[in-house]
């Protein structure tokens, strides 16, 4: 079955830098990689996605990159604000089904 | 998007015990699908409902243990049975709620503490 492996487990940025996490899938028929923020206590927010017919998508600060032939994709976050710090899970699902979940990241934005 | 409403948004209960989490959806979707979270961990598939057919489990996880229904296409729920101290969690519903982009959205979570 699909194993989602995530990079780094915790991130440390000064506000106003930027952050990059990165996840690797391990099935090349998984097409829809979409990327969670959850503050605590809350439930998971999806913040971004993407699916396998592209190749980066942006939403403002927020911006998604896969790389179908090395089967990775990467969150990008720019100018950081405290209001960024959660921890994210990126995901990746076959054909609207399952979602299968990166172990998360935890983002510490200090100001 | 979808709403997904969740209860209860916690419990207490006695080892031994059962708890049933129940999930509504506002609108009609084909699967829903329900995760552990263990503190601080990720989330954990336990397994996929689909209106009209058994729940299909994932490895490690068992009916008998987490009972599901799935009545129809706005409702589900998820019993934890015969509950130990290592069924303290949080269970989550998740539903796909966007037909074109697959989008997935979350139910508030259930934190159960067995004592």
């Known amino acids: 079955g699909e194993n989602v492996e995530q990079h780094p487990s915790t991130l440390s940025v000064q506000e106003g830098d930027s952050a990059v996490i990165k996840c690797t899938y391990s099935d090349s028929a998984s097409n829809y990689f979409p990327w969670y923020k959850q503050e605590l206590g809350k439930r998971p927010q999806l913040i971004i996605d993407i699916r396998s017919n592209v190749g980066e998508k942006k939403d403002q600060r927020i911006a998604v990159t896969l790389n179908k032939t090395a089967k990775h994709f990467s969150l990008h976050i720019t100018e950081t604000q405290p209001e960024d710090s959660a921890v994210y899970f990126c995901a990746a699902s076959k054909g609207g089904n399952k979602l299968v979940f990166g172990a998360g990241t935890i983002l510490r934005v200090k100001s | 998007s979808a709403v997904i409403s969740q209860k209860p948004s916690r419990d207490i209960c006695q080892r031994g015990t059962s708890l049933t989490i129940q999930c509504q959806v506002d609108s009609q979707v084909t699967m829903m699908f329900w995760y552990r979270q263990q503190p601080g961990q990720s989330l954990t598939l336990i397994a996929t409902a689909n209106q009209g057919s058994e729940a299909t489990y994932e490895s490690g996880f068992v009916i008998d243990k987490f009972p599901i229904s799935r009545p129809n296409l706005t409702f589900s729920t998820l019993t934890v049975s015969n509950m130990s101290p290592e069924d303290s969690s949080i269970y989550l519903c998740?539903?796909?709620?966007?037909?074109?982009?697959?989008?997935?959205?979350f139910g508030s979570g259930t934190r159960l503490t067995v004592v």
């Open positions: 998740s539903a796909r709620t966007g037909a074109a982009n697959y989008g997935y959205t």
